[in-house]
């Protein structure tokens, strides 16, 4: 990637809405060759979609817990058991596989405590090889992105 590359994610990250012609013309680039970055970038897999960011409280799921997940087997054939089941549980925002004292970090939103409450015992300690958990309520969402920031300087030196 380069220059105009970051550039172009930068901009398609802050407002992935833009117009072709808008685009184009903060990058310094025709349409033609803007369209073809874009796709070259989609097709390698570096813009893996669009999407619309929406409220999680107009969306009845601000409520959030975070829940460490120690299992009983680690084996490959165990986590992706684990990991293919995480996939199918809407109210599991992320699930990340952690090196110490427990195996997987899991964001979880929901409505409120009383609907966690309800997706613990009915999903989530029903995971293969879930052992313990321990449950962390979110206070204040001070920070939340779930996108990467892209650089806007150029490649490396």
Known sequence: MDRIDLRILAELQANAR???VEL???VGLTKTPCAERIR???KAGVIRGYHADLDPEAMD???IVIVQVLLTSTTAHDL???NEAVMRIAEIQSCHMIAGDFDYLLKVRTRDIHEY???MGEKISELPCVKQTHTYVVMENVK???GVPVPVRGPGP
């Open 18 to 20: 833009l117009s072709l």
């Open 40 to 42: 070259r970038l989609e």
């Open 24 to 26: 184009s013309r903060r």
């Open 117 to 119: 409450r309800r997706v």
């Open 144 to 146: 939340d992105e779930s």
């Open 80 to 82: 992706r058991r684990f």
């Open 61 to 63: 799921a601000g409520h």
